[in-house]
């Protein structure tokens, strides 16, 4: 069946928060050294991991962890526990780096995204983005005026299902008007975004590689499947 939409996730897939120049001015271990390369990298890694659980928590903190993307009080009790677990030292420096987190301003695109964007829509395919999240990332596309090219946003906490839970994409597809067979999900892990298979959508993954070490991956995806930038 022909493709008719397709359906990306954001993070490591269409954007990604990667390291600037906030980490030197704003985080610093509790013996007062800079954080080095791998724990630097360890932290983004936690921060943005799809689906694992990489800090233990107690009962409380579990509950918010497992329904973190359907409740940003939740969401946000959840990663604070997560970057003081992970060697963050003080709760004002976990706020900045959470507020990082939610600020859909801070998160950088992959090369290929706007051209991805343009290409599906020069061929009339219809495009959603869905995502386990529970801040707003609309204001990432509309301030690249890339919502025109963005058919349905469904978020978790807005549609009160998380992935691989088969209702957040059967309402994506419902509000799309497309049928599973005919649309492609994108995303960076199988457990998650493969979800949409049980519907019988195709799947691509990507690897959620920092920005510059990706420069062609959505594209590969799409020719994979037979959406050439060329058509």
Not at 108 to 129: M, R, W
Not at 179 to 189: C, N, Y
Not at 203 to 218: I, M, N, S
Not at 219 to 230: F, I, K, P, Q, V
């Amino acid at each position: 069946m022909t493709i008719e939409a397709v359906l990306f996730d954001y993070s490591g897939t269409l954007f990604r928060l990667e390291e600037d120049d906030w980490w030197v001015d704003h985080l610093v271990a509790a013996d007062g050294r800079a954080f080095d390369v791998h724990e630097k990298a360890e932290i983004l890694r936690r921060m943005t991991a799809p689906v694992e659980q990489l800090v233990q928590f107690g009962t409380e903190g579990q509950y918010a962890w497992d329904n973190r993307d359907l409740d940003p009080k939740l969401h946000r009790q959840a990663y604070m526990a997560v970057l003081r677990k992970s060697g963050v030292p003080t709760d004002d420096q976990a706020d900045f780096l959470y507020r990082r987190l939610i600020d859909p301003m801070s998160w950088t695109p992959y090369p290929d995204a706007e051209e991805v964007l343009t290409l599906l829509a020069a061929q009339g395919i219809q495009v959603a983005v869905i995502s386990n999240i529970a801040f707003d990332i609309r204001p990432a596309f509309s301030s690249r005026n890339w919502d025109r090219y963005v058919d349905a946003f469904a978020l978790s906490f807005e549609i009160g299902a998380m992935k691989p839970d088969p209702r957040i994409f059967a309402a994506t597809l419902d509000k799309l008007g497309v049928e599973p067979e005919a649309a492609l999900m994108i995303g960076d892990s199988a457990e998650a975004d493969g979800g949409a298979t049980a519907l019988g959508c195709r799947f691509a993954l990507v690897h959620p590689l920092p920005t510059q070490e990706r420069p062609t991956g959505l594209l590969d995806a799409l020719r994979e499947h037979g959406l050439s930038r060329y058509q």
